[in-house]
């Protein structure tokens, strides 16, 4: 589920609170989070409806001059089913936070070991996490087509990777490659006493 940043910007300010969307399967569940370019957009609810079910109120909620706008805009997809969508808080992306959290706790440096740990056990080509974090930490801002190389993957499952260390709020996204955040340097350090000791 994509959004302008345009909308976001509304729904961060409350202006928007609805969402209507044409699809074969949601890509959102109610309770549920979306991560955006805004942040973490909370999601209250989805339920399928029929068009004749949204009111003018609804389309003014969903950033929509009037009712009919919005269909007008929904016709344009005919394949699917609809749903409404209640819009919660838009929050700051957490990963933001977390990143910039490099002092650990014991606790929390052993829960993030442990994550990291289960990442490597249930790769296909053995453990990658350690190694992907000194590729990216020696080499910032390199292009992924480069850096896949250098640990011996292909780009998308090297990409994919560095996507699941960045939900761990290990690495960021630059405009061309990535870098580590502090709280990567600190758990790159770690592994590196770590080896040192043993």
């Not at 990963?95 to 056990?121: F, G, V, W, Y």
């Not at 850096?147 to 690495?171: A, D, W, Y």
Request: hydrophobic share 35%; with cysteine; net charge positive.
């Amino acid at each position: 589920m994509l959004f302008k940043r345009a909308v976001l910007e509304k729904i961060r300010d409350g202006c928007i609170t609805l969402a209507f969307r044409r699809w074969q399967r949601p890509s959102v569940k109610s309770g549920g989070t979306l991560l955006t370019a805004l942040g973490e957009l909370h999601i209250l609810s989805v339920t399928q409806i029929a068009p004749e079910d949204i009111s003018e109120r609804d389309a003014r909620n969903a950033g929509y001059v009037t009712r009919e706008a919005l269909l007008r805009e929904l016709s344009r997809r005919s394949e699917g089913d609809l749903y409404k969508i209640d819009l919660g808080v838009l929050r700051p992306d957490p990963r933001i936070a977390l990143r910039e959290t490099a002092e650990l706790t014991d606790e929390e440096s052993m829960d993030l070991h442990k994550r990291l740990q289960r990442l490597d056990k249930r790769a296909t080509n053995g453990p990658w996490t350690q190694r992907t974090l000194e590729v990216i930490a020696s080499r910032p801002g390199v292009r992924a087509g480069e850096l896949c190389e250098m640990v011996g993957m292909e780009k998308e499952p090297f990409k994919l990777n560095v996507r699941k260390l960045k939900k761990l709020g290990l690495t960021e996204s630059l405009g061309t490659g990535y870098r580590l955040s502090p709280r990567g340097e600190s758990v790159l350090d770690e592994f590196q006493t770590l080896e040192s000791v043993r």
